[in-house]
Structures are given as structure tokens and as C-alpha cells.
């Protein structure tokens, strides 16, 4: 208590202006930045995926696989962040038990576990059965094998018929899971967007620019994790899919930004009432994080380098280069913009007359050393199930 | 289909779509009284209610101790149910706003005099909205309105989310340390279900905290509506705040 | 259908992870919620046991049962609409048990400042309200020494 004490005191002496004597405390912190972060990964990888399994891009079938499962390692991580964060994370099970139907947060676990079970395990189960089944058999590691004679379920067939009915299965999955998709992601800008008492956040656009921008931060992370993997296997990665999924990449940063900078404009132009403080908001705390990393760095270089590959016809080592900074800038970007929006809202004050500080402590649960824990398990996770599910190897295209 | 039928189908159609029209009319003629909510403590005894006169206030806290001390909220750190802000508005426009440790620690006299156009006190706190964003938010109902119109936190139930801290306009919710819930105030729930007034009330002074059911016209909250040109705390976000003021400034926030 | 099988497994699972969960969920939600609405009404109950602090204006007749002198001076005088307690503080327990409940009176030496919480002048309080410059209204000497906080017209 007296640790507490004293960092509100410390707060309380950076203070400008005047606030309502509660609001000296963020209540939302990093680990809220980081959780709209991971599922937008999730949601955004998963698009990636479904451009090929719905629409059809047969260029990106190269990182289908490899977008699920780097789907699967955040969605795992998602929730842990929102647990860290929670006063008591053992009444957590009363979302599931007592949901508000009023509440946007209330939808989480329903969504989530929904999103989980129905959509992304029973899809990448599908896609990979008849090789799990050949690994049951053939698997030289006990362990190992019983973990793929789990994954079985005890089945073994793999019988035209029964591929061509996991097939169309799989392809329904995909359909269903687009929405839950949007859905799982979309309800967190919602959360954002619906409270009418932060001008920062209450916008019904919050949920799409999440949405966009989610989708070029995933399609960014698997860009990322393809070229890395493609060099540690020692293999060229595909280019036509690279190209392909730069293309995905520029449109949905472009569109993002344009949704961000729709919104600024037009609270710019119907100056309201907290227009003032924002707008001092944005030129003091906010000035690096927001203008100089989401805007410069994080949306404009990567829309001008991609549309200059776009345009001009550059060799592939170039194209590979630009594509690989991109990824690093829109990561980087999007992390900013999560902060901005989660963070930003809560630096100034609702009397429209004030700001507080926020210092991110480096130990405790809600502290740098835990959210940078949170952001690396993934990688972990995911480092795990390439390896029980090597998404390369000898396998029959499907037609 | 033959000529006769068809001929049918057209005047019940024709029938259908007069009647229609006219049920149309019927409803806008009735539409006005469609906006008109009728308020819950027609219904519902006891409703309570709260007023607070911004004439009359000296600011000497007496009531954001004596909260601290009924409902054992800390004092280190700070935290607050109620709280007294101080506005100074300056003849060029400039407006001051301040709070010390909430009004507990002594305002002082305001700097350079000369150039106040008016300066004033007015004490804050959960305004126990009728449309209570903070009840809307909550993702498991801990947060909840009582049948006599009170908004409350269930310490045993809340998860800490602070979902309703950040959906509340008035800065009255904070996260206290010690439950790892939300908390604000209960308007002395405990008090007033035994016949007593809200300690905060009972120490006022001056008699700038009014308190009581509105469902009776006779008591001093219904009186002090009936009788006073009242004002509500950011009207425009729809939260119907049951807490009224007299003499609110157009600077107040 | 039996190529359908691994499929008809998975269904089974899904029903099973359901069922747990239903079952769960009887068990673990607290049988008073959505009584009386959306919470626990439960919740209620636990917040009308809170401790009762100030006696309130319920209580003045019984300070003055005990200090019936102070009890007539303030009834005369400017301090008559002001509870006991808003100076000492909160006393039912002091009330319910007279002996051993605490009570509290408002410390000498810092008379000054005490009193100045509402009698300091400020361009903030209403001009009706009696309020001294405490800077000039004979500095450094407790308030008590000419006013009886009772009777503080006198």
C-alpha cells in the first residue's frame, strides 16, 4: 500500500491541469494495449488465411498453414493478458456464468471460446488429419506419438470420402469463421468505441479501424514468420505469394489510415467540446507515439514503399527488403496505435480539463517485464506446434 | 388464377393498405406521449434522491471526511466517494479548477484577488444515474441498481475489470486496493435503509447537501426540486443523473 | 455415414465440453442472482450490514442528554443547525456506550486551523457567511480563547 502511495503521489506531481482526484490512476494498462494487440494478430492471420480456403487466392497457399497456426499460438496467449490484468482473475468463469447482455465485454468468452473450439481448432484439424493419422503410425517418439493418436480421436480414415467430407466441412468452418472472426476482434473496438464518456474512444468506427488494422498487423506477422522460417529451412520463400500478400498488406493499411484519418478529421471539423484537450493531447503526451510512430512510421512509409513496388518494377531481393521493413514499421505502428487509443483515452482528464501521467513500472503483474512476456509466449507456442505440425512437407496440392 | 379471385386479392390489398395508412396517422397523433418517461419513483417507495445547493457551499469538506469515516475509505492513498472542487474564474476568461487531496487538505484563499470574476465551490459524487452507464458496462453484474434507485458495486461479485470506472462521465468509480474492485459511493445505503440521512449529509454545515425520497412530496429533496431551478451534470450524455444542483455554473465539469 | 465418424467424435466432444459447462455453472453462480435483477441480490443484504459511524441528527438528543449545558448553549446560538459531530467527529459508538466508545474533541493548538476550515475568509464562500481574515483576526491566538465554540457569537 505504501508502494502505491507513493507512485500516485509521484503521479499526482505530473499532473497538469486539473483532474477529477480518482482519475490520477490509469486503471487500463500495457497489458490492455497488449491484449487488443494479440487479437488482432489472431483475427488477422486468420483473414489471411480464409483469402485462400473463401476466396480463392491460390497465390498465398504457401502460409496457409502457417497463418493458422500462428492464429492459434496468439488466440492461446489472448486471454492471459485480460487474467494478469483482472482484480480477481479466479471470479473470471462469471463472464461465462453471468454475462451482462448490455455489456460488450461480456461477449469475450463466449466469443473467444466459440472462436477457439468451433472455428480455428476444428479447422486446423481438419486441414492436417490425414497427416496426423500417417504420424500416429509412423512416429518414432512415443510421446510424440500419442499426442497425434489423441489428435486422431481414435480415427483413422482417410478414405477419399471421408477427405472430400472434411473438406467441404473445412470450407464451411472457414465461411462460419470470417465473422467470428471480425467478431472476436471487432467487439474490442467496440468495447473502445461505445463509451460515450471518452471523446478519445466513442466513435462507431472504432470496430472497423481496429478490424483494418488488425488485419495489416497479421498479415504482417506471417509475412514476417515466412520469410524467417523460408530462411532457416534454407528455401527461397514463394514470391508470387509474397507478392500477393504484400498486395493484401498495402489494402488493408491503406484503408486503415484512411479510417484514422477520417475520424480525426471530422472531430477536427465539428469541434466539439473536447476538441481542445485532444488536440493538446495529441502535440504533448501523444506527439511520438502517435504522429511520429502510428502516422509516419507505422502507416505512411510502408503505404509509400509497397505502392513504390506496386508501381515499379523492382527485382526480388528489393521487393523482399521492402517487405520485410514494412512488416517490422506496420508491427511496430500498430502496437503505437493500440497504445494511443488504449492509453491516450485515459491521459486526459473527463473534466476536459487536465492530464495525467502514466509510468509503466518494469516488475509486478500488470508491469514491461510481464507484457513483453505476454507478446514473447506466442512465439513459443507457436515454435511448438511447427514442430508437432510441420506445416511443409510432402502433401498432395488439393485440387 | 381466375378474374374473380384476382379481382378480391386487389380490394383486400386496397383494404389492407387504407387500414395501414390509418393506423399510421393514429400512432403519430399519439407519438408525443411516446417521449415522455415516466419517472420510476411514481411507482416505486421508497426512491431516493439527492440535491445539492452550490449557494450555499463554504467548502470546508467536513463532508468528504466524514464520508471517509463512515465508509472506511482510505486516506492513503487517496481515494474518493465525494469530493470538493474549487472553480475560479478569472475577468479574462481563464478558468482554474483545484481539488487538494480532494478538498480535505485546506483550499486556502484563491491568488490575486483582483483579477476573480467569481470563484466557487462544488462538491462531487456519484450522481446514482437513472440510465447508469457504469450498470450498462459491467460484464457480470456487479454493478447494479437497487429497487429504491441507488447504484451499486458488489465487492463480493466484481472482478475488477474496471470497465465501469472508465464508462463513468463523472469520475465518481476508482479501484480501491484493498478489494481489487471497483468502489464508489453507496449514498450510505447501509444509513438510509435504517431511517438514517447519508453521513455526508448529516455533517454539512450549512445545509448545501439535501437528501431524502422522492417518491413523498414533502421531503426536503422533493421540496428542494419543486422549488428551485435545478441543473444536472453533463446532461447531453443521457445518464439521467438523480443528483440535481442548484446554481450550476455553465464552467463546471 | 461412416466415413462421417471422426466427425460425429468431435460432436460428441462439443456436447460434452457444453454439458460440463452447464453443470458448472449450476453449481457455481450464487443462488440469489437475478432475483431481484442482473446481480446478486444477495449483495444487498451485505451492503445494509455496513456499520453504522455518525448518529446523525437521530442522535442529538442523545448528546444532550449527557451535556445538556453544551447542548442549551449551541440551541442559542449561531453553531444550533450543526450536528455535534460534524466538529467531534463521528460518535455513535461513543453514544451506545458511553464509557468506553471514544469520543473526540477538536485539538487546541490547532483551534486556528480548524475553525478556518469554515470561518477563514475566502472569496470562494458565500458573502452572506460569517468568516474572518485569519491573518488579522489576532494571529496566533487560539480561537477558544474569546469564543466559546457553543456559543461562538458571544
Redesign the interface.
Known amino acids: 500500500m505504501d508502494e502505491l502511495f507513493r507512485q500516485l503521489t509521484a503521479a499526482l506531481g505530473q499532473v497538469q491541469g486539473f483532474i477529477y482526484p480518482n482519475e490520477v490512476e490509469l486503471q487500463w494498462s500495457i497489458l490492455i494495449v497488449v491484449y487488443p494487440y494479440v487479437t488482432g494478430l489472431v483475427a488477422g492471420a486468420f483473414i489471411l488465411a480464409s483469402l485462400e480456403r473463401v476466396f480463392n487466392v491460390k497465390a498465398v497457399r504457401p502460409t496457409y498453414r502457417l497463418s493458422l497456426l500462428t492464429a492459434l499460438a496468439f488466440l492461446l496467449v489472448a486471454a492471459l493478458p485480460l487474467q494478469l490484468h483482472l482484480g480477481h482473475p479466479e471470479r473470471s468463469f462469471e463472464i461465462f456464468f453471468t454475462p451482462n447482455p448490455g455489456s460488450a465485454m461480456a461477449m469475450f468468452g463466449f466469443v473467444y471460446a466459440w472462436y477457439l473450439m468451433a472455428v480455428l481448432l476444428l479447422e486446423i484439424w481438419l486441414e492436417y488429419r490425414p497427416q496426423i493419422v500417417r504420424w500416429a503410425a509412423s512416429e518414432p517418439w512415443w510421446p510424440k506419438r500419442l499426442a497425434y493418436r489423441l489428435m486422431t480421436l481414435g480415427v483413422d480414415d482417410v478414405s477419399p470420402e471421408a477427405l472430400a467430407l472434411d473438406d467441404r466441412v473445412g470450407r464451411a468452418i472457414t465461411v462460419i469463421g470470417l465473422p467470428s472472426a471480425v467478431l472476436l476482434h471487432g467487439y474490442v473496438g467496440f468495447i473502445f468505441g461505445s463509451v460515450k464518456a471518452n471523446a478519445w474512444w466513442s466513435t462507431p468506427l472504432m470496430p472497423v479501424i481496429f478490424l483494418f488494422s488488425a488485419m495489416a498487423s497479421g498479415i504482417a506477422a506471417v509475412l514476417l514468420l515466412y520469410m524467417l522460417l523460408s530462411r532457416l529451412r534454407g528455401e527461397k520463400p514463394d514470391m508470387a505469394c509474397l507478392d500477393t500478400i504484400g498486395k493484401y498488406f498495402l489494402t488493408a493499411v491503406i484503408l486503415a489510415f484512411s479510417l484514422e484519418m477520417l475520424e480525426t478529421i471530422q472531430k477536427i471539423y465539428e469541434a466539439k467540446e473536447h476538441m481542445d484537450i485532444l488536440a493538446l493531447l495529441v502535440q504533448g503526451r501523444l506527439f511520438y507515439s502517435m504522429v511520429l510512430i502510428q502516422v509516419c512510421l507505422g502507416s505512411l512509409a510502408p503505404i509509400v514503399l509497397l505502392g513504390v513496388v506496386q508501381m515499379i518494377d523492382l527485382p526480388g531481393r528489393a521487393r523482399r527488403a521492402i517487405y520485410a521493413v514494412c512488416g517490422i514499421l506496420s508491427l511496430v505502428g500498430i502496437f503505437a496505435m493500440r497504445w494511443n487509443v488504449v492509453i491516450g483515452g485515459q491521459f486526459y482528464s473527463k473534466s476536459l480539463l487536465g492530464f495525467t501521467a502514466y509510468k509503466v513500472g518494469l516488475a509486478g503483474r500488470e508491469g514491461l517485464l510481464s507484457a513483453v512476456g505476454v507478446l514473447i509466449l506466442p512465439f513459443i507456442l507457436l515454435a511448438g506446434l511447427l514442430y508437432l505440425l510441420l506445416p511443409w512437407g510432402a502433401r498432395k496440392p488439393r485440387e | 388464377m381466375s378474374r374473380i379471385s384476382r379481382r378480391r386479392l386487389l380490394r383486400n390489398a386496397a383494404g389492407a393498405a387504407l387500414g395501414w395508412v390509418a393506423a399510421s396517422v393514429a400512432r403519430r397523433a399519439g407519438a408525443v406521449e411516446r417521449f415522455v418517461r415516466e419517472s420510476p419513483w411514481i411507482r416505486a417507495k421508497p426512491y431516493w434522491g439527492y440535491a445539492i445547493d452550490l449557494t450555499k457551499c463554504i467548502g470546508c469538506a467536513r463532508c468528504v471526511d466524514a464520508c471517509k469515516t463512515e465508509n472506511d475509505v482510505m486516506r492513503r492513498p487517496f481515494y474518493f466517494r465525494t469530493w470538493i472542487e474549487r472553480y475560479v474564474i478569472r475577468r479574462n476568461g481563464g478558468v482554474e479548477v483545484e481539488s487538494p487531496n480532494g478538498g480535505l487538505d485546506a483550499f486556502g484563499r484563491p491568488a490575486e484577488p483582483k483579477t476573480i470574476l467569481k470563484t466557487f465551490f462544488v462538491p462531487k459524487m456519484c450522481n446514482h444515474c437513472e440510465n447508469s452507464p457504469c450498470i450498462q458496462v459491467c460484464p457480470v453484474g456487479a454493478s447494479y441498481k437497487t429497487v429504491d434507485g441507488t447504484v451499486q458495486v458488489d465487492r463480493r461479485y466484481c472482478i475488477g475489470c474496471r470497465y465501469c470506472i472508465q464508462a463513468c462521465p463523472y469520475g465518481s468509480r476508482y479501484f480501491n486496493p484493498v478489494t481489487r474492485t471497483a468502489d464508489k459511493c453507496t449514498l450510505c445505503y447501509h444509513r438510509i435503509t435504517k431511517g438514517l440521512r447519508p453521513a455526508c449529509v448529516e455533517v454539512c454545515p450549512t445545509g448545501t447537501r439535501i437528501f431524502g425520497d422522492l417518491s413523498d412530496p414533502g421531503s426536503p429533496v422533493s421540496r428542494f426540486i419543486r422549488e428551485n431551478a435545478v441543473q444536472v451534470l453533463r446532461p447531453e450524455m443521457g445518464t439521467r443523473p438523480k443528483l440535481v444542483y442548484k446554481g450550476l455554473d455553465r464552467e463546471v465539469r | 455415414m461412416?466415413?462421417?465418424?471422426?466427425?460425429l467424435?468431435?460432436a460428441a466432444?462439443?456436447v460434452l465440453?457444453i454439458a460440463a459447462?452447464l453443470a458448472?455453472?449450476h453449481f457455481?453462480?450464487?443462488p440469489s442472482?437475478?432475483k431481484?435483477?442482473?446481480?446478486?441480490a444477495a449483495?444487498?443484504d451485505?451492503?445494509?450490514?455496513?456499520?453504522?459511524?455518525?448518529a446523525?441528527?437521530?442522535g442529538e438528543a442523545s448528546c444532550a442528554r449527557c451535556h445538556a449545558a453544551q447542548a442549551k448553549l449551541k440551541a442559542g446560538d449561531g453553531h444550533r443547525?450543526?450536528?455535534c459531530?460534524?466538529c467531534h467527529?463521528?460518535l455513535a459508538a461513543h453514544a451506545a456506550a458511553p464509557k468506553t466508545g471514544k469520543a473526540g474533541k477538536p485539538p487546541e493548538d490547532a483551534m486556528r486551523?480548524f475553525c478556518?476550515?469554515?470561518h477563514?475568509?475566502?472569496?470562494?464562500?458565500?458573502k452572506g457567511?460569517p468568516q474572518q481574515d485569519l491573518g488579522e483576526h489576532n494571529p496566533g491566538l487560539a480561537c477558544t480563547q474569546c469564543h466559546d465554540p457553543h456559543r461562538p457569537k458571544q
Open positions: 461412416t466415413h462421417a465418424r471422426h466427425l467424435r468431435v466432444l462439443f465440453v459447462f458448472a455453472r457455481l453462480v450464487p442472482f437475478g431481484l435483477g442482473h446481480y446478486r449483495a444487498v451485505d451492503l445494509k450490514r455496513l456499520p453504522v459511524r455518525y446523525g441528527q437521530a443547525g450543526i450536528l459531530e460534524t467527529g463521528a486551523g478556518g476550515r469554515c477563514g475568509r475566502s472569496e470562494a464562500r458565500p457567511f
